[in-house]
């Protein structure tokens, strides 16, 4: 797998593919960039958004509790001039309350618990009251709920301030607000407001809640305590609810330092506003990105490797048949690929011009060749027919002999000649078929009387260049003629035996060649005469022509000569003698 990588990283595919991600990637990355920064935007709008509806829902609130605020300190005012007068408090409050419709109450409490001046419940002690003990301990402004207080007994919003009379603590003034008039959100009417507002005060205490205070914890955010909110300026945030449900938190202050609004609003998991979200977001560039790599690949594989490929089809057609195929027209491949086109065209009709030239050569040449050796052969056929002449003309035995021998001879490079004519490839000549001739035409011209000789013949199938051919054919002609001479029956009887064996195997660089006979009783005509060596001669003569190793050994009544040669490698681009011309092909 690794090397199948490798090998694909090496195309002109994978590299330009790769340049073109590395080409296409700061596009992508600035893309993603800007998407990241318009979401941060869109984020920054939407917590200012959810900010402004959230204020707005709490608008009602807010207005009820700074009319309460502005009342009290209106009465703080007004503490010292009643003070002065005895408490008349009745009508002036009475008044007040006429006048803001809001408010429920508007009392003075003494720093010893008791109600100076009220609108209702004057004279009451309130010693011992959370609020009352609050105030002792720490005087301030003071936003409260109280479900039961002691003068209406119904549930109230209690706003307080502290009276400061010479710098010491006076008692506090408190106006109250039914808790019923504080219902925030409009059931029937839900467009653009948030599913819970609640409002609370700085110590965490909720005042009120749209979905009421039975189950108000159940939206108050989850391990986010409202007292930690109060600390805080406007703020937006995600969580969920001590439910479990995922909201949109924001957080406004209503009165700053004291009173604060909670709106919580529905939160799509993973979306910001408009449906887009943060996945949608990466992906977007992520797909743009694929998309231009897609288009810009698509656009090189068209121009450029297309039609690479296709030149390099029409090469590999010309390299195999010699057709060649002009291009088609087609407008979308670049200018320099055409010219690279056209210069293959002029350089493909430049080769078949040089290689049809040298055909003609090549084939004048054969023609020449095989002329020659035709003549030759004839020439060497005349000559037999005059030693033959000079035979049948001779009354002495051992002169017949001697031209008997000539004629063999001459008879044998004949064929050689004969076989270098008739072959379709005069470069090449096929040994097997050669020798093959050979050995049957000495045996048919071979004088054995009466007596039957057993033969055994194997060439196996080896083509060698004629310079090889010529003397291995004499030498196996010499080594049969001298085998049938000597020829003889085996003294553990039987009939004589001639064996001639080609071993060649295919693609192999050597080749032997074994001639063996059986020794015994001389038979035959000539039988009985001395060797002149004359054809040991001969033999080692065309051998060492060949650079063959020639072998002798007698054993087991039979006398092996063995010639082992080597073969020369062929070059397949060899033209054949009798060759066709290439065929020009136009598309």
């Known amino acids: 797998m690794i090397t199948t990588l490798r090998e694909r990283s090496r195309t002109l595919t994978f590299r330009i593919a790769a340049l073109l991600a590395l080409a296409l990637l700061p596009v992508g990355l ?20 959810l900010l402004a509806l ?30 002065a007068e005895g408490w008349p408090c009745e009508g002036p ?42 105030f002792i301990e720490r ?29 010491e603590y006076d008692g506090y003034v408190s106006a109250s607000i039914p808790h019923r008039k504080l219902t925030p959100i409009d059931d029937t009417a839900t467009e653009g407001r948030p599913l819970e507002l609640i409002t609370f005060n700085a110590e965490g205490d909720v005042l009120t809640a749209s979905s009421g205070m039975d189950d108000v914890e159940q939206h108050i955010p989850l391990n986010r305590a409202l007292a930690a909110l109060a600390g805080t300026d406007e703020v937006t945030f995600a969580g969920e ?92 491949v670049p200018a320099e690929i055409r010219d690279m086109e056209e210069t293959w065209m002029r350089l493909a009709e430049n080769i078949l011009h040089d290689e049809a030239e040298l055909y003609d050569t090549i084939h004048q040449r054969t023609v020449l060749l095989k002329e020659v050796h035709h ?43 004969q076989n270098l004519y008739e072959t379709s490839t005069a470069e090449r000549v096929r040994a097997n078929e050669l020798l093959d001739a050979i050995v049957h035409q000495i045996l048919a011209s071979a004088t054995t009387g009466d007596e039957s000789i057993e033969t055994e013949f194997h060439f196996d199938e080896c083509v060698v260049y004629p310079d090889q051919a010529v003397p291995l054919s004499l030498a196996v002609s010499e080594l049969v003629t001298n085998a049938l001479k000597h020829l003889g029956r085996p003294e553990t009887g039987g009939p004589p035996r001639l064996t001639v064996r080609l071993a060649c195997e295919a693609g192999g660089d050597k080749g032997v060649v074994t001639v063996c006979n059986t020794l015994g009783t001389p038979f035959g005509e000539g ?61």
């Open 375 to 417: 003549r030759v052969k004839n020439n060497l056929q005349l000559i037999v027919s005059i030693v033959g002449m000079k035979m049948r003309k001779s009354n002495s035995p051992t002169i017949k002999n001697a031209l008997a021998d000539i004629q063999q001879r001459v008879m044998s490079i004949a064929r050689v000649h």
């Open 139 to 167: 005087p301030g402004p003071r936003v409260k709920f109280n479900l039961a207080p002691s003068i209406s007994q119904t549930p109230v919003i209690i706003v307080s301030l502290p009276v400061i009379t010479d710098g």
């Open 93 to 134: 409050l009475a008044s007040l309350l006429r006048d803001t419709p809001e408010l429920s109450l508007i009392a003075y409490v003494q720093a010893d618990g008791t109600v100076a001046c009220a609108s209702g419940g004057q004279g009451n002690d309130l010693t011992g009251r959370p609020l009352h003990e609050e």
């Open 54 to 83: 959230t204020s707005d829902a709490a608008a009602e609130p807010e207005a009820a509790i700074r009319t309460a605020t502005g009342v009290a300190k209106t009465l703080v005012s007004l503490i010292p001039v009643l003070r």
């Open 241 to 332: 609810t001590a439910s479990g449900e995922p909201r949109l938190f924001a957080v406004v202050p209503i009165v700053p330092g004291q009173v604060f609004a909670l709106g919580s609003w529905e939160y799509r998991s993973g979306a910001t506003i408009g449906g887009v979200s943060w996945g949608t977001s990466m992906v977007f560039p992520l797909i743009m990105w694929i998309v231009s790599l897609v288009v810009a690949f698509y656009a090189v594989q068209r121009m450029v490797i297309k039609p690479t490929r296709n030149l390099r089809a029409r090469m590999l057609a010309f390299m195999r048949s010699r057709k060649l195929v002009e291009p088609k027209a087609d407008p979308t």
């Open 30 to 49: 600035i893309s993603v960039a800007t998407t990241y920064q318009l979401l941060n935007r869109t984020e920054e709008d939407l917590a200012d958004t």
């Open 527 to 587: 039988a009985g005469e001395e060797s002149t060596g004359l054809g040991e001669q001969l033999v080692r003569a065309f051998a060492s022509q060949m650079e063959a190793k020639v072998t002798r050994l007698e054993e087991d009544g039979e006398y092996h000569v063995q010639i082992e040669f080597p073969i020369q490698a062929f070059d397949d681009e060899i033209v054949p003698s009798d060759h066709t011309h290439p065929i020009v092909a136009r598309a």
